[in-house]
């Protein structure tokens, strides 16, 4: 059976007045009502959740990547991408977090291959929130909702920043948008709507906002 | 009469722009760039406010943001500082803390009272007699209190940031700006900050009559605003200095919260008052007051003046009112001997009359203002010659006698500080790493030595960080004490104001002394010295020589007050800021709120307490909830639990080792409770433990424990070095429970699974699909009747729902709140953590010792239940009804558990039960209870008494065969 999935922030979006594609299975905006330029110069917030998961920890973890072929981040708290624009960050010494792009497969072949059970390798369900900062005062938003100096993270960095967002602990790596300065953050999916409305809301101050799914992803412009 | 200067060099006015105010009902003009209080003097109003407890005059003391005597409202902006608060057009002022107004204060009466409010009145006052408390509360509440609250204030959105630097450097007077300037040259991204509204700090105002400072300021400032390293934030505070290094600058607007990697205090002094009779006058003022009004904002403080001094700074001051075309009557030089510095060999020049070895011993008032200073030569013991007083006439009194560090934050950053005589104030005596202090805060007080002392700090925290930077040479301290050892003088019509804020006079310290608080810290709690608004900054070191003096001891040995952030006032809209108050949804939230869920907090979660229905009242709609539940099949959201997996070779033994239960010997496939101790062998948690494979098992926790259950087994796991792997999925899985009688039909309809009692049994735990969604089922009897916990993940959660309420639609279907299952589970005499039990309750008081296996090898909490069993608990949870015939008001938790007319106990859970048609309630009772056929009153708000009696658990359904229903 070909089960709907449904985003953590399905409902926030849903009030946006969205145009609804569909990406891996879960409902997403393709677009949102009005002009989303300007926020998108500003500030844009978006909603990435549909992104396909999976998490590894354990002592034999990175070998067992390393065995399916994945190339594994050599240090905690970093990241490198995975084939079709996907990411694997390494949260500890055994633990890692993955994240298919639209188009890749490799966090279902982890999936699959955890299935027969591994020595050593644990597998971590993951369903995390997925949003997108992107635009040039995205800096202005996190220092109103974040400790961390981003700004030492550049276009090149391969940092993983675990923290605390606006009272919520989320994961957090640079990932620039067509020269626009841009972060990726995961969450907690329950925390996700919490997390929406505060981002939402401050970007609102700074003339931004939320944004639908298909100006980042392409796979989800596609209109349901 | 305007008191306006012609231009002024460097004045902070435009008198291009000109605003209209007023002022209690009178219209003024003054220009944009002036203070309040600026524009008010200007404007030749001289009483600018009351004081705190006497309501005496009051004007000007510092203009540097410590004049909390001329605080003004604004509409709903209250306690504006005058000497600070910029003047904006048509402002509508009036001075706080009046009755009637600054003019005609009818509270002035109390200034005639003084000799009845003694020091430590408010604690006299509610020691006895006891009667008469509610007359001085009546009263304190009537008179104190500063300014208006206006309670109809719209929000004033205040968010807060945080930023980052390199160095921050706090002060932007001549030795901060070199700080800034060399640790900037050397790399650092530097943020300097000031209260001021522009940069130059001492250069913009003690100029000496010389033209000097503002050539050298200029220099500085061109270096500072071009560097592009060199962030600037006037208007900025400083107010308090955090571990790490998070420093909270407070500005118009916000508070930042700023991590420096290296900190620059240059917060300069605080100029102190001397303390003689009538030391509050309004016309009597510090020296760099008055160079404020003159140089900053182009006001003519006084028209003739008497200088007090015990350094050369009053020299210089002197000088400036004379190039000012300002009147100085006299020079009153509190040392008996020529300093020698250039100012004072100019001021003979001038032919000033110097007065050596003199003080003033009182300032005499003229209506309001100054008219005249008594000035008497000192004897040998430092105390004035009464005898041979001199009165001199003046419409001001300027007070240069010494300083006080602004050293709060270095206080803060953790700097020990250390009395050094030959300055005469408090010094670093070590810095934490990381933290410099410059100029006269440091001890460092000529301009060249400043200055000098600044490059050396920024090069040093330039080092510190890494950027390359050549050592500096130490600057050393200032050879003549700048402040005068003791300009303190008694009077006998005392009003020889030492804190102006509390209205604290010379004799009200002598006499808290006197009465036993002779130790500074009580000294300041009891006489609330230093309390008020200005925190002390010009009364904290006049108490501190007094209290020596007293005690015939140094100030180094009386020592400071603690010095906590903030140190001066902040906005309360600025510390609320933004609120962050993170809350958590299951993914079934959209769902809940279709059916009409009324939402309850349960910890950060927000769940539903019970859901609407049309025509029907709350307590209707729950028994309908439980109604359902006993009769057909309802459906409850438990996707709050706490929800973790843990698997590897030691996963048995793991969980052995954390719950009091046993689980090596747990079949795969099937559940048990689990219940969870801390070292102290109180209960903190419990949870259901599924195996699901020899080496996996899926547990779950109580909605508010799974953090805290998380980091705990995690923390226990790196110390036994277990070869586990925990997991916590208390968000990626969604759950609900299906519970009733006919739970079995609708999801028989959705799932292949096998749901015979034969192969899904009761306590039982399976993998498979249900429509269509990965699930992992737990047959559980929390609420009583035949029941499938489902836990999905979260984002087929919805899809889940769907399907068992289009499936259970036929067959009555029902969402159930929270209180539907407490009155389910309380008819089990099932127990909830946190509401039947507390911080103390062991497995024995909650009578769940049943899920306790002493012959374990070790569990955690196991040693201090050994002991705990050889005592006789105190209390017991047990079961308890009221006679069916109760009506009208009834018990509810918490209420007291009375016997013999004392307490034994105390209800923790009451519900009226439709099942049983009686209430029942778990409580704890006394062992004699117990002992004595189970009969106990519960004593109620108001104090009335109803019987109830112990009743054995469960009370519905005591064999469990609807749980277990066809195991």
């Given at each position: 059976m070909n089960v709907k999935r449904t985003s953590p922030l399905h409902d926030q979006v849903a009030t946006l007045n969205p145009r609804w594609g569909r990406v891996r299975g879960m409902r997403m905006a393709a677009a949102l009502a009005g002009d989303e330029t300007v926020a998108r110069e500003s500030v844009a917030v978006v909603d990435l959740s549909c992104l396909d998961k999976a998490g590894v920890k354990g002592p034999e973890a990175a070998p067992w990547l390393e065995g399916l072929g994945i190339v594994v981040p050599a240090q905690a708290n970093a990241w490198t991408g995975l084939p079709g624009s996907g990411v694997i960050a390494r949260l500890g010494r055994g633990e890692f977090f993955l994240e298919d792009g639209a188009a890749g497969d490799t966090a279902g072949r982890v999936r699959d291959a955890l299935g027969a059970g591994i020595a050593g390798v644990y597998p971590v369900t993951r369903q995390d929130a997925g949003i997108a900062l992107v635009g040039r005062r995205v800096n202005e938003l996190?220092?109103?909702?974040?400790?961390?100096?981003?700004?030492?993270?550049?276009?090149?960095?391969?940092?993983?920043?675990?923290?605390?967002?606006?009272?919520?602990?989320?994961?957090?790596?640079?990932?620039?948008?067509?020269?626009?300065?841009?972060?990726?953050?995961?969450?907690?999916?329950?925390?996700?709507?919490?997390?929406w409305e505060t981002l939402t809301g401050i970007a609102a101050e700074l003339d931004g906002g939320p944004i639908g799914t298909g100006r980042l992803l392409s796979q989800a412009a596609k209109l349901e | 009469m305007s008191a306006r200067l012609p231009l002024v060099a460097g004045e902070w006015i435009d008198r291009s722009k000109k605003f209209g105010f007023d002022f209690e009902s009178e219209r003024f003009q003054g220009f944009a760039g002036d203070t309040v209080s600026s524009a008010l003097l200007a404007a030749g109003v001289r009483v600018l406010g009351r004081s705190f407890k006497y309501h005496r005059a009051r004007s000007v003391l510092s203009m540097a943001n410590h004049d909390v005597n001329a605080m003004f409202q604004d509409g709903a902006r209250l306690n504006l500082r005058g000497d600070v608060e910029p003047l904006r057009d048509r402002m509508v002022l009036a001075a706080v803390n009046t009755f009637g107004g600054v003019r005609r204060d009818r509270a002035r009466i109390f200034d005639k009272l003084s000799a009845v409010l003694p020091v430590g009145f408010y604690y006299k006052a509610f020691h006895t007699p006891k009667a008469w408390f509610p007359f001085w509360e009546r009263m304190f509440r009537r008179v104190t209190g500063l300014g208006e609250l206006d309670f109809s204030t719209p929000h004033i959105r205040t968010p807060k940031r945080y930023d980052f630097c390199d160095v921050l450097v706090v002060g932007a007077g001549p030795s901060g700006l070199c700080a800034s300037l060399a640790a900037a040259d050397a790399g650092a991204k530097v943020v300097l900050v000031d209260e001021n509204a522009r940069i130059g700090g001492s250069l913009t105002y003690q100029r000496g009559g010389s033209d000097d400072p503002a050539a050298q300021l200029r220099n500085l400032a061109s270096g500072i605003s071009a560097h592009p390293n060199i962030s600037v934030r006037t208007g900025t505070l400083a107010a308090g200095c955090y571990a790490d290094n998070w420093v909270a600058l407070v500005d118009a607007e916000r508070m930042t919260k700023i991590r420096a990697r290296a900190i620059i205090v240059a917060s300069g002094v605080c100029e102190q008052p001397a303390v003689f009779h009538n030391n509050d006058v309004p016309g009597v003022m510090l020296a760099s007051a008055a160079q404020r009004l003159i140089y900053r904002y182009a006001v003519r403080p006084m028209q003739s003046a008497v200088v007090l001094t015990g350094n050369q700074d009053g020299y210089a001051a002197a000088l400036d009112l004379i190039a000012n075309g300002i009147r100085v009557e006299a020079v009153v030089d509190l040392r008996r001997t020529d300093g020698g510095s250039a100012e004072e060999a100019r001021v003979t020049e001038a032919g000033i009359r110097t007065l050596r070895g003199h003080c003033i011993y009182e300032a005499r008032a003229s209506g309001s203002m100054v008219g005249a200073a008594v000035i008497c030569p000192l004897l040998t013991g430092g105390e004035a010659d009464a005898s041979r007083s001199e009165t001199v006439r003046c419409d001001g009194v300027l007070m240069s006698v010494g300083y006080a560090p602004a050293a709060a934050l270095l206080h803060q950053a953790g700097a020990a500080m250390r009395f050094d005589v030959q300055v005469g104030q408090f010094v670093p005596a070590s810095l934490p790493g990381?933290?410099?202090?410059?100029?006269?805060?440091?001890?460092?007080?000529?301009?060249?030595?400043?200055?000098?002392?600044?490059?050396?700090?920024?090069?040093?925290?330039?080092?510190?960080?890494?950027?390359?930077?050549?050592?500096?040479?130490?600057?050393?301290?200032?050879?003549?004490?700048?402040?005068?050892?003791y300009p303190i003088f008694d009077h006998p019509q005392a009003k020889n104001f030492v804190d102006?804020?509390?209205?604290?006079?010379?004799?009200?310290?002598?006499?808290?002394?006197?009465?036993?608080?002779?130790?500074?810290?009580?000294?300041?709690?009891?006489?609330?010295?230093?309390?008020?608004?200005?925190?002390?900054k010009h009364s904290n070191m006049n108490a501190i020589r007094v209290l020596a003096k007293l005690l015939g001891t140094t100030p180094g040995e009386v020592g400071t007050t603690t010095s906590r952030p903030f140190f001066h006032p902040v906005p309360m809209s600025h510390l609320a800021g933004r609120g962050f108050a993170p809350y958590r949804l299951t993914p079934l939230h959209s769902r809940h709120e279709r059916a009409g869920a009324v939402f309850m907090q349960?910890?950060?979660?927000?769940?539903?307490?019970?859901?609407?229905?049309?025509?029907?009242?709350?307590?209707?709609?729950?028994?309908?909830?439980?109604?359902?539940?006993?009769?057909?099949?309802?459906?409850?959201d438990v996707g709050t639990l706490g929800k973790m997996e843990i698997s590897g070779p030691d996963a048995a033994t793991f969980l052995e080792r954390i719950y009091t239960g046993r689980f090596a010997n747990m079949k795969v496939g099937m559940t048990r409770y689990a219940l969870m101790l801390d070292d102290a062998g109180v209960i903190i948690d419990d949870g259901v433990v599924a195996r699901l494979g020899e080496q996996r098992f899926y547990f779950t926790t109580t909605t508010t424990g799974s953090a805290n259950v998380y980091r705990e087994m995690t923390r226990l796991n790196t110390m036994w070095g277990m070869e586990v792997g925990i997991v916590n999925v208390t968000g990626a899985y969604a759950a609900v429970n299906l519970a009733g009688p006919r739970a079995r039909d609708p999801l028989a309809g959705v799932t292949n699974l096998d749901l015979s009692a034969e192969a899904f049994p009761y306590l039982g735990v399976r993998e498979a699909e249900i429509a269509g969604v990965p699930a992992r089922l737990l047959r559980a009897g929390f609420v009583g009747e035949l029941g499938y916990e489902i836990h999905v993940p979260a984002d087929r959660a919805c899809a889940l729902w769907d399907a068992l309420m289009e499936a259970g639609g036929v067959h009555g279907i029902r969402p159930f709140g929270v209180e539907a299952q407490r009155l389910l589970r309380l008819e089990k005499g099932h127990i909830i953590i946190g509401q039947d039990t507390d911080g103390l309750t062991t497995p024995l008081e909650a009578a769940v010792d049943w899920a306790v296996k002493m012959d374990k090898p070790y569990f955690v909490g196991q040693r201090s239940l050994k002991i705990v069993q050889r005592k006789n608990p105190k209390a017991k949870l047990v079961g308890f009804t009221l006679d069916s015939a109760t009506?009208?008001?009834?018990?509810?938790?918490?209420?007291?558990?009375?016997?013999?007319?004392?307490?034994?106990?105390?209800?923790?859970?009451?519900?009226?039960?439709p099942a049983m048609e009686k209430y029942l309630g778990l409580a704890f009772a006394s062992p004699e209870i117990i002992a004595n056929g189970g009969g106990f009153f519960i004593r109620m708000d108001g104090g009335q008494m109803v019987p109830a009696r112990i009743a054995k658990t469960p009370f519905y359904d005591p064999a469990g065969d609807r749980q277990k229903l066809g195991a």
């Open positions: 996190l220092v109103q909702t974040c400790n961390v100096n981003f700004q030492e993270l550049d276009s090149e960095s391969r940092t993983v920043v675990m923290t605390m967002m606006a009272g919520v602990a989320v994961l957090v790596i640079r990932q620039d948008h067509q020269n626009l300065p841009g972060f990726r953050i995961w969450c907690d999916p329950t925390y996700a709507p919490y997390l | 990381g933290v410099f202090a410059v100029g006269r805060v440091n001890g460092v007080y000529a301009l060249e030595d400043r200055q000098r002392d600044g490059s050396r700090a920024g090069l040093e925290a330039a080092k510190y960080l890494g950027f390359p930077a050549s050592a500096a040479p130490v600057v050393v301290r200032a050879a003549v004490a700048p402040s005068h050892p102006f804020d509390e209205d604290l006079q010379l004799k009200d310290l002598a006499n808290a002394v006197q009465e036993g608080f002779d130790n500074i810290e009580l000294l300041k709690r009891y006489a609330t010295i230093g309390m008020g608004p200005s925190q002390g349960a910890g950060i979660w927000l769940r539903p307490e019970f859901y609407m229905t049309r025509g029907k009242t709350r307590l209707e709609a729950v028994r309908e909830e439980a109604a359902a539940v006993r009769t057909g099949v309802g459906i409850i009506e009208g008001k009834v018990p509810r938790e918490c209420h007291l558990v009375i016997r013999d007319g004392k307490i034994a106990g105390r209800v923790t859970s009451i519900a009226w039960s």
